[in-house]
C-alpha cells in the first residue's frame, strides 16, 4: 500500500512563495506520474503540476506555468512543488497523488491511484 504525506504548506501574502513536498512509502516510485491538484472551497479539484518517471516529462497548468516548478528527489523519492509569485487565487487544498500508469495525460484526476491527505495553502492581498 502507498502511503503519501504532503508538507510545507501555509499562509503567505501575494507575490510570496512556498515549497510543498510529498513524501511516498510503501512504494519505490520509478515509473508512473506524481501529481499535485488543488481544491479551493465551492471548486472542483484542479490539476496544478505532475511530474512523470516514465519519461514524458513534467507538466504545468497554464494558470500556473512560469511560476511553479515540479520537481522530484530520487533519494527521497519525493516530489516538491517550487510555488513563487503566489497569488490570492492560488489559496486551495493542495493534493499530491501518484499515477501508476506507465502512459497518460497526468492531468485528469481519475487517472491518479492514490491520493495525500492534502496541505492548506492561503494567499492574502
Known amino acids: 500500500q502507498v502511503q503519501l504525506v504532503e508538507s510545507g504548506g501555509g499562509s503567505v501574502q501575494a507575490g510570496g512563495s512556498l515549497r510543498l513536498s510529498c513524501a511516498a512509502s510503501g512504494r519505490t516510485v520509478s515509473s508512473g506520474a506524481m501529481g499535485w491538484f488543488r481544491q479551493a472551497p465551492g471548486k472542483e479539484r484542479e490539476f496544478v503540476a505532475a511530474?512523470?518517471?516514465?519519461?514524458?516529462?513534467?507538466y504545468y497548468a497554464d494558470s500556473v506555468k512560469g511560476r511553479f516548478t515540479i520537481s522530484r528527489d530520487r533519494a527521497k523519492n519525493t516530489v516538491n512543488l517550487q510555488m513563487n509569485s503566489l497569488e490570492p487565487e492560488d489559496t486551495a487544498v493542495y493534493y499530491c497523488?501518484?499515477?501508476?500508469?506507465?502512459?497518460?495525460?497526468?492531468?485528469?484526476?481519475?487517472?491518479?491511484?492514490?491520493w495525500g491527505q492534502g496541505t492548506q495553502v492561503t494567499v492574502s492581498s
Open positions: 511530474f512523470s518517471w516514465s519519461g514524458d516529462g513534467t
Open positions: 497523488a501518484l499515477d501508476t500508469a506507465v502512459w497518460g495525460t497526468r492531468r485528469l484526476s481519475y487517472e491518479y491511484d492514490y
